[in-house]
């Protein structure tokens, strides 16, 4: 695939309402091509292996093999960014698909076939048209080499919090930074991760089941604990406030003109106001530059920035945008971020010299 050439995509879907539907809201990018669909996963990894495509479009329950041995079988023979298309009752499929090696996934508006279907299409051309950034080799390097380091709790730092920002293949990178740590460190986590409403309700369950971290979506008055991740509501934008002497969150509803709810910008700038240099912020994968400009205000506020490195992201977009504006003091893999994080960014800037800016 180059620059001009359209996207090659497969539709997976027992209805043929919806793929019919999926096809119709892919094709409406010229940038798009729908060249394939199955009807099962049987079907689907036979084409898939027969006549590889650049992406693939999943619905997880389907007939005769259902979508996750399809990604199991699918990744370890031919590895090849998945997208999957789910309805919002069933997220702990969706977490479950991207731990197999799906890289992004769309919510549908219900679980059904039905036009409502429709309303998705402006989210999924977006998510589709960021494969052409996204490094497939980089979603099996994690699979096939999941995280055995278990860091103790000796940070050598006076930090007060650590926010972290993150969109495609966050959910993975976010698992396997928090599933490092042994203990949690004394000082609080903020997490805004691009995800839809309704999803990260499940995805904060999830991370405080497989964590050692207390884990929860964050509510309007929540502060910031040591040993706590809050992570900001799907649809919702998470920032501080100062109130009677403490620092809590306020969530803030999304906009018309809201490029991504939650904002890593709007998160960093606030953190910077209340936090100082007493701040880490962290920038994940990601496609986009969401992070960069409150990157920037973290560093005029005195705290320090780390991004994730292009040897692990599977989209270096968010990194790559604010390592080019001057905002980073480290650039890291990701199995070397939570060290980081525990020793102090001034004991960690291992970048090659043509990063430092």
């Known amino acids: 695939m180059t620059a001009v050439d359209p996207i090659r995509v497969m539709v997976i879907d027992d209805s043929a309402f919806s793929r019919r539907t999926i096809t119709r809201m892919l094709e409406s990018s010229p940038l798009i091509e729908v060249v394939d669909f199955a009807r099962d996963g049987e079907e689907a990894l036979r084409k898939a292996l027969e006549n590889p495509v650049d992406l693939i479009t999943l619905d997880l329950e389907m007939p005769r093999m259902d979508g996750f041995t399809f990604l199991r079988i699918l990744m370890a023979k031919h590895p090849t960014p998945v997208i999957v298309i789910s309805g919002r009752a069933d997220d702990q499929d969706v977490f479950k698909a991207l731990d197999l090696g799906a890289v992004d996934f769309v919510a549908k508006p219900t679980s059904r076939a039905t036009p409502e279907l429709a309303t998705i299409e402006a989210e999924l051309v977006r998510r589709v ?79 405080d ?108 977009g968010m990194p790559k945008q604010a390592i080019s504006a001057g905002a980073v003091d480290a650039v890291l893999p990701l199995r070397d971020i939570p060290g980081a994080i525990q020793a102090g960014v001034e004991n960690a800037d291992e970048r090659p010299a043509e990063d430092r800016g």
């Not at 052409?132 to 380091?149: C, E, F, G, N, S």
């Not at 998470?238 to 009677?244: G, I, K, P, R, W």
């Open 209 to 316: 089941r497989l964590t050692c971290f207390d884990v929860r979506e964050a509510r309007h008055g929540d502060e910031p604990r040591p040993g706590q991740i809050l992570l900001a509501p799907g649809g919702s934008h998470m920032e501080f406030e100062a109130l009677s002497g403490r620092v809590v969150t306020r969530l803030a509803p999304r906009t018309g003109s809201d490029k991504y709810a939650p904002s890593v910008d709007r998160l960093f700038h606030s953190c910077a106001k209340h936090f100082g240099a007493d701040l880490l912020a962290v920038v994940l994968t990601g496609m986009g530059d969401d992070g960069t400009r409150g990157a920037r205000r973290v560093k005029e506020a005195g705290g320090n920035v780390i991004a994730e490195s292009e040897e692990s992201a599977v989209i270096f």
């Open 129 to 207: 048209l960021a494969v052409q950034d996204l490094r497939i080799d980089k979603v099996r390097d994690r699979i096939a080499h999941p995280p055995t380091t278990q860091l103790q709790s000796t940070p050598c730092n006076d930090l007060a919090l650590v926010a972290i920002g993150a969109s495609t293949g966050g959910p993975a990178a976010l698992s396997q930074l928090f599933g490092s740590f042994s203990e949690p460190p004394p000082f609080g986590f903020a997490v805004a991760q691009h995800m839809p409403e309704g999803f990260t309700r499940g995805f904060a369950a999830r991370l």
